[in-house]
């Protein structure tokens, strides 16, 4: 589905709606579908080779130059209601006085932007592109937020909680997350950069400033991502030792009840056996025999607690 946005001064509010007559004009495009490409392209004189790779769920960033056009494909995360976090393709086109969004999904909104800029912005396809590189760095630095909470979560549970098999799904799950932000940061970051080089002078310095506050944002982000690796990898260690030693404590308790169980045994067999056996026509045996056997398992505890056994 496609939006039109555009303004017909710089003092006037951006206007939303149906085409526009004037050149200014910003398109976007959310959930695109192939006629709304091939529309764009005949329209507006875009390259369709190039704008149908949005449709790719596996579009990777990257920056394209063709028909005096700028092409930049970035990823866009989306975050569950169950805590995945799921990124799509977006790409910003900047023509001389339009500009371009278009989004396999409806992750990105202008809105995100609109009003948020100054006056002057709103109205320069080359600032509009920036700064939905820098909205869409933002929107990790929300996602990434929300997973140090997750993990945070996760670590003050293993404290109080013994581990269940939903921890472990949760966890698996926030590990994906990170993996999934890290790979499209390192690729938007090195896109970022190639942008730097400003090989085409696309960019003016000011506009080289924005992207080195851009470059910079990211390696924060990657830098928060780490710490959350790591402090990912310290309550992976930290699970595994204490279901280990769980394991081990419970082995030790089924050995040693399964020695206590085992000790009356020898006595009682020996008394069921077809053979003499001194005391046996005795009446009080059995109850010598019974508080033997129950010293003998009391005292077996008390050894076995002594040289802490379990």
């Known amino acids: 589905m496609l939006h039109y946005y555009s303004k017909r001064s710089r003092g006037e509010a951006i206007r939303t709606g149906v085409k526009p007559h004037n050149d200014d004009v910003w398109v976007h495009g959310e959930s695109v579908v192939a006629d709304d490409l091939s529309y764009l392209a005949d329209e507006y004189g875009l390259s369709?080779?190039?704008i149908r790779d949005v449709r790719d769920?596996?579009?990777?960033?990257?920056?394209?130059?063709?028909?005096?056009a700028l092409y930049i494909f970035l990823r866009t995360p989306r975050r569950t209601k169950h805590g995945e976090v799921y990124t799509s393709p977006l790409l910003s086109i900047v023509q001389?006085?339009?500009?371009?969004?278009?989004a396999y999904s409806d992750s990105f909104r202008p809105d995100d932007i609109i009003g948020s800029n100054p006056t002057d912005m709103e109205t320069d396809p080359v600032a509009l592109a920036l700064a939905t590189f820098a909205a869409v760095v933002s929107i990790y630095e929300s996602v990434l937020h929300r997973t140090s909470r997750a993990v945070r979560d996760v670590g003050s549970r293993l404290r109080t909680h013994e581990v269940t098999n939903r921890d472990i799904i949760?966890?698996?799950?926030?590990e994906d997350n990170l993996n999934e932000c890290g790979t499209n940061l390192d690729g938007m970051v090195a896109?970022?950069?190639?942008?730097?080089?400003?090989?085409?002078?696309?960019?003016t310095a000011a506009d080289v400033e924005m992207i080195d506050d851009i470059i910079l944002h990211i390696q924060q982000l990657l830098v928060s991502l780490a710490s959350q690796r790591q402090s990912v990898k310290s309550i992976r260690n930290a699970y595994t030792t204490i279901a280990n030693n769980s394991m081990n404590q419970r082995i030790k308790t089924l050995t040693v009840l399964t020695v206590?169980?085992?000790l009356p045994n020898v006595f009682y067999g020996m008394y069921g056996m077809n053979v003499a056996l001194p005391f046996a026509d005795q009446p009080w045996a059995y109850s010598v025999v019974v508080t033997f056997t129950i010293l003998l398992i009391f005292g077996v505890y008390l050894l076995a607690k002594r040289f802490r056994i379990f």
């Open 48 to 50: 369709p080779n190039i």
């Open 57 to 68: 769920v596996s579009e990777l960033p990257r920056v394209e130059y063709a028909e005096d």
């Open 96 to 102: 001389k006085d339009k500009f371009f969004t278009l």
């Open 170 to 174: 949760r966890f698996a799950v926030i």
């Open 191 to 203: 896109l970022a950069r190639h942008l730097r080089e400003n090989r085409r002078d696309t960019f």
């Open 260 to 262: 206590l169980i085992a």
